[in-house]
């Protein structure tokens, strides 16, 4: 499933059916917590849910859930809740501390950074972000047809030695 970028092609429900079930349970999990917090009627209510929500994903820190992790903080950095400033203006200090070291874990920033040492550093069983290895293998997929492009060009060096010609001819392929 994961060769070939099928995750990424039509047919992917064929192609890479878990694949696919994951990505789309991560976009679930996502708007389930959106809707929750936008669905809260008042400001207080919002902010038990914005803490709640944290907790939670600190608590999948603790059990290795990265990707767990990932689904909430990707939820509170949604623009229809990002904007709540009232809200997020009057979370607690604690809870915006907790959000803010677990948005810094998971921040896309360097390819990763962040969440990259910490699985490497991570005892296991733990559970990645999915997203993260298939961006690499993308990159990989993507820079080998790259190569193989490059490959396939034969590569001849001549030389003159004395009366002899010599012919060096590379193929990397």
Not at 125 to 138: E, F, N
């Amino acid at each position: 499933e994961l060769l070939l970028q099928g995750w990424m092609k039509p047919g992917r429900d064929d192609l890479a059916p878990n694949v696919a079930l994951i990505s789309r349970r991560f976009n679930e999990m996502c708007r389930l917590v959106i809707t929750e917090i936008l669905s809260q009627s008042t400001i207080n209510d919002r902010i038990q849910c914005i803490e709640k929500w944290g907790t939670v994903a600190d608590i999948c820190r603790y059990l290795r859930n990265f990707n767990g992790v990932l689904q909430i903080m990707a939820a509170f950095v949604n623009s229809s809740v990002y904007r709540l400033k009232q809200t997020w203006d009057r979370t607690s200090k604690q809870s915006k501390h907790v959000i803010n070291k677990l948005q810094s874990l998971v921040h896309s920033d360097g390819k990763f950074k962040n969440l990259r040492d910490t699985l490497t550093k991570v005892d296991p069983p733990c559970i990645p972000y999915l997203g993260l290895y298939l961006s690499d293998l993308t990159f990989i997929e993507e820079s080998s047809q790259d190569m193989s492009e490059f490959q396939s060009v034969n590569f001849s060096k001549m030389r003159m030695h004395g009366h002899e010609r010599i012919e060096l001819i590379t193929n990397l392929g």
